[in-house]
């Protein structure tokens, strides 16, 4: 059974930083490459970073020189480190591998950045 379970979101102004993490289950996780995705009220669900098995790492827009990918293939975890938060990062951000599994999405976990 597949499950990803996302945490780490809150309330942050901006400028600040969170952590996110996300625990995976049931997909292989060792030999997927793993992304985070984020979706904003109103909008599709979008890529913001990801992670191959080996740990190569690509970002997309705004998340690139701000946002850190990292995984733990041990203990089938992925983390996102975000820093220099602004307004605009306020979603609800999933992990899913890369591409994703569509019936294997989490609950996500909501991020809101104030001015």
């Known amino acids: 059974q597949v499950q990803l379970v996302e945490s780490g979101g809150g309330l942050v102004q901006a400028g600040g930083s969170l952590r996110l993490s996300c625990a995976a289950s049931?997909?292989?996780?060792?030999?997927?490459?793993m992304g985070w995705y984020r979706q904003a009220p109103g909008k599709q669900r979008v890529l913001v970073a990801s992670?191959?098995?080996?740990?190569?790492?690509t970002y997309v827009g705004s998340a690139k020189g701000r946002f850190t990918i990292s995984r733990d293939n041990a203990r089938n975890t992925v983390d996102l480190q975000m820093n220099s938060l602004k307004p605009e990062d306020t979603a609800v951000y999933y992990c899913?591998?890369?591409?994703?599994?569509?019936?294997?999405w989490g609950l996500g976990t909501q991020v809101t950045v104030s001015s």
């Open positions: 049931g997909i292989g996780f060792s030999i997927s490459t």
């Open positions: 992670v191959t098995r080996d740990g190569l790492t």
């Open positions: 899913n591998t890369f591409p994703p599994r569509h019936l294997a």
